[in-house]
């Protein structure tokens, strides 16, 4: 088999086992989408619960405060019930009015943050309504992501050992000049030459268009076997016949 030859069964086998590569990288890059969709959900959720345990704390706090008071207000109406004297009666009355103004404010204060607890908890229900969903569609994607990868699988196991055995019979050299242009052009390193006239010499690269300089078709019909790179964009040249001729 001439260089040329094997070069192009190389880029035939390459490029099947790029095109299946996209497509199993293409269903990864989707799931990983997905799963940054669900970490941002687990996050918000997260912060919604953390608002939440702290008014529930604070409400609580507040409500032990009044607590507090309501044993101080206690003792004082047994103490009040006890006493026979005016005056006494008279101050522990107006102690006992102080405790009870304190404590409404602290209870008024409690019911503020429940009411805020409540309208948080109502923001949990949609992040967890939200969160559910991002995981639904994750999961959606990662059955889609294994079914392609189950698919397709064997087929690209067998195009990788297909291509490493054209890849042997590329010499050396041309091989390492195949995988950098290659991977410069996601896989396409040939281009054909695309005669536009004859009568006046004109050649093109099939790849990029560019007119090739005479002696380079030249070159190739004293010997299709040259290894001739387009002066633009580098991709291997080869004539239309050099295909049919092996
Ligand atoms: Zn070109």
Known sequence: MSV????????????????LST??????DAL????????????K??????????????????????????VRIESLRVELNATSKKS??????????????????????ALEFMTKADAQQARITDATTHRDERVRRRDAARTEHDQRQADIADRLAELRREREEAAIQVPAK???LFNSIADEHEGEAMA???????????????????ELPPRAYAALMGNND?????????????????????
């Open 4 to 19: 040329i030859a094997a070069l192009r069964h190389l880029q035939r086998v390459d490029s099947q086992v790029r095109a």
């Open 192 to 210: 054909e030459v695309i005669e536009l006239s004859a009568r006046h010499r004109e050649y093109t690269c099939g790849a990029c268009n560019i």
């Open 32 to 43: 990983a989408a997905r799963e940054r969709e669900v970490t941002t959900a687990n996050a």
């Open 226 to 246: 040259t290894i001739i790179c387009c002066p633009s964009c580098r991709r291997i040249l080869h004539l239309a016949f050099a295909e049919k001729a092996d």
């Open 88 to 109: 006494q009666y008279d101050i522990i009355l107006g102690e006992m009015g102080t405790l009870q103004e304190k404590r409404d404010e602290l209870d008024g204060q």
């Open 23 to 28: 497509r199993l990288d293409g269903a990864a």
């Open 45 to 70: 959720l997260a912060e919604a619960e953390s608002i939440h345990r702290q008014l529930m704390a604070s409400a609580k706090n507040l409500e032990a405060e009044s607590g507090s008071f309501k």
């Open 174 to 176: 041309e091989l390492a």
